[in-house]
């Protein structure tokens, strides 16, 4: 099949899946021959920065001189993005491939209701060993041990935080959501974990004993030691478990990404069982590259565009927002899916905005635009706008902020997604 039959097959499996559980995708990849058995793995859960972390840890594999393979979850712009091999996203050709391996297979089990995302899962691991890859970084898509990434049984599992998210699916429970994203971690595995509620961390020191192994936690075993705003981005010293890491400049906005970036050199750290090199980790952090995450896509207004699609998510937008534009105030445009605490989103948001524009993604799951409006009207005094379409509400923003304001959209990966398409829609 060619790239948009790959795409259709997939989409032909949209809500298939039935109950949940790991025994489809288990099965699937036996009829495969085991494409993800083979080569390490790290294996990447939480509620907010997996993405960010899954990256980091792949730049630092690559930087140590491995092949490395990488899948992340959700995309923002083209579906390939969650295939990469050393860096690169994989091509419509090899996609193409790719799914083709795998429906190859799952049609000769036509009874039964393979899901997209398992199908997805499967095609990256048929994307990995074709390439043969030396490790692999796999981000899990939705809480951990029920989903079709936990077919994996990888040498190094992270948590990067937990928080009240698709709580429709894992609860509204900090401690229930814990134990839903730990249970990635196995009895040969070692557990490294980030910034969490006392609730959600004694759950992973729990789980490491009940297993007993190794548990690395963000300010106990590693952290960041100092860190200095830069001339676009941050230069840290960084203590990971193994070793300390000096001067090492990370290009990005949110002083956030270093926890992240810490998280991920504690995750090869362990991999590696031993500590990393300081120039690797140093080249590594200066290539980094985080679409959707803080990114300026154009200047005169500037646009920054943010992933934060929950309360926590918002919460460390804003406080990177006050720590690096202190004196700006923001044009708003805002999109959410229904499952999202939009109220209490928009209201941490509010201080930082003078105008509002409220719009929606075409899916399913997004909020209708008149509805944001009227949320936003309990929580924000300012001016609010509404747009059916993210092209007018985006132009609806840049024209109220003028030439030397500025633009944030945030609120939904899929809106961030669409927004950085009209910039590059490449």
Excluded at 308 to 327: K, M, Q, W, Y
């Amino acid at each position: 099949m060619d790239y948009s039959e790959a795409v259709a097959y997939l989409d032909a499996h949209i809500g298939l899946g039935g109950e949940p559980g790991l025994d489809r995708i288990r099965g699937l990849l036996d009829d495969m021959g085991g494409p993800h058995l083979g080569y390490p793995m790290i294996h990447v859960a939480g509620t907010n920065g997996k993405t960010s972390t899954t990256r980091f840890a792949t730049l630092l594999c690559l930087a140590h001189g491995l092949s490395t393979g990488t899948c992340i979850s959700p995309h923002l712009q083209r579906i390939e993005e969650r295939f990469a091999a050393d860096g690169h996203i994989a091509t419509e050709e090899e996609f193409a491939l790719a799914i083709s391996d795998v429906a190859a297979f799952a049609d000769l089990r036509p009874e039964v209701p393979y899901s997209y995302f398992e199908l997805l899962t499967a095609g990256a691991f048929a994307f990995f060993a074709d390439r043969a890859v030396d490790a692999a970084v796999v981000e899990v898509g939705l809480g951990g041990r029920l989903d079709a990434t936990n077919v994996i049984d990888a040498e190094v599992c992270v948590v990067t935080s937990v928080g009240l998210d698709h709580v429709e699916y894992l609860g509204s429970d900090l401690a229930g959501i814990a134990r839903e994203k730990v249970a990635i971690a196995g009895p040969q595995s070692v557990l490294v974990t980030g910034p969490m509620p006392p609730e959600a961390h004694e759950v992973m020191v729990a789980r490491a004993r009940e297993l007993g192994i190794h548990h690395r936690s963000l300010g106990h075993d590693f952290d960041v030691v100092s860190a200095e705003r830069g001339v676009g981005g941050w230069l840290a010293t960084l203590r990971g478990a193994e070793a300390e890491y000096p001067d090492v400049f990370v290009p990005l906005h949110g002083r956030h990404q270093l926890n992240n970036l810490v998280m991920a050199i504690a995750g090869v750290e362990a991999l590696f069982d031993r500590a990393l090199d300081v120039e690797a980790v140093r080249e590594a952090a200066l290539a980094a590259e985080m679409p959707g995450r803080m990114e300026p896509v154009s200047r005169s207004p500037l646009v920054l565009i943010d992933g934060a699609h929950n309360v926590e998510g918002i919460d460390t937008l804003v406080s990177a927002l006050r720590e690096e534009f202190p004196t700006t105030r923001w044009q708003l445009v805002f999109g959410a899916m229904g499952d999202k605490d939009v109220p209490h989103m928009l209201e941490k948001l509010a201080p930082l905005v003078e105008g509002l524009v409220v719009t929606a993604v075409d899916y399913s799951r997004a909020v209708p635009p008149a509805e944001l409006a009227d949320q936003a009207a309990r929580v924000f005094d300012g001016p609010i706008l509404a747009a059916d379409d993210v092209g007018h509400a985006l132009d609806k923003a840049r024209a109220e902020a003028g030439p030397e304001g500025a633009v944030l959209v945030c609120g939904s990966l899929y809106l961030v997604g669409e927004v950085r398409d009209l910039f590059d829609p490449d």
